[in-house]
């Protein structure tokens, strides 16, 4: 009787702990590109451009959370654009700032979403 009532509390639980951990990753995604988008507002201060590449950002203080990967798809002086993804799920966030091409599911600017 024990046993049956453990597997069925598995049986409920499972599931759950699983929503709960890529809803975890996806804020945790979520909130680097928010900081990036801090860190690249900074660069454009200095530079009058934003950059292309993540590590010059990264100088400025900036570092992306464990198994995540930020990737910068386009960055001129009037826009960028960028995606970060996590190793623990399938989840991607998108987000862009001025010219740059919307991104994904992201469609209003300055707003990180993600499919």
Same mark, same amino acid.
């Not at 570092?63 to 654009?81: R, Y």
């Not at 993804?85 to 700032?97: E, M, P, S, Y």
């Not at 740059?100 to 499919?115: K, M, Q, T, W, Y």
């Given at each position: 009787? &024990? !046993? &049956?009532i453990i597997g069925l509390?598995?049986?409920? &639980?499972?599931?759950q702990f699983d929503l709960a951990r890529d809803r975890t990753y996806v804020s945790v995604m979520k909130v680097d590109l928010r900081n990036f988008a801090t860190a690249e507002e900074s660069y454009f201060f200095d530079f009058a451009t934003y950059s292309s590449d993540p590590h010059s950002v990264y100088a400025r203080g900036f570092?992306?959370?464990?198994? !995540?990967?930020?990737? &910068?798809?386009?960055?001129?002086?009037? #826009?960028?654009?960028a995606t970060a993804?996590?190793?623990?799920?399938?989840?991607?966030?998108?987000?862009?700032?001025g010219s740059?091409?919307?991104? #994904?599911?992201?469609?209003?600017?300055? !707003? !990180?979403?993600?499919?």
């Open positions: 009787m &024990v !046993v &049956v509390l598995a049986a409920i &639980v499972g599931p570092e992306t959370s464990k198994d !995540v990967t930020l990737t &910068v798809n386009e960055a001129t002086s009037s #826009g960028w654009s993804t996590h190793t623990g799920t399938a989840a991607q966030c998108n987000i862009f700032i740059a091409a919307p991104l #994904g599911s992201a469609n209003h600017e300055g !707003v !990180v979403d993600c499919i």
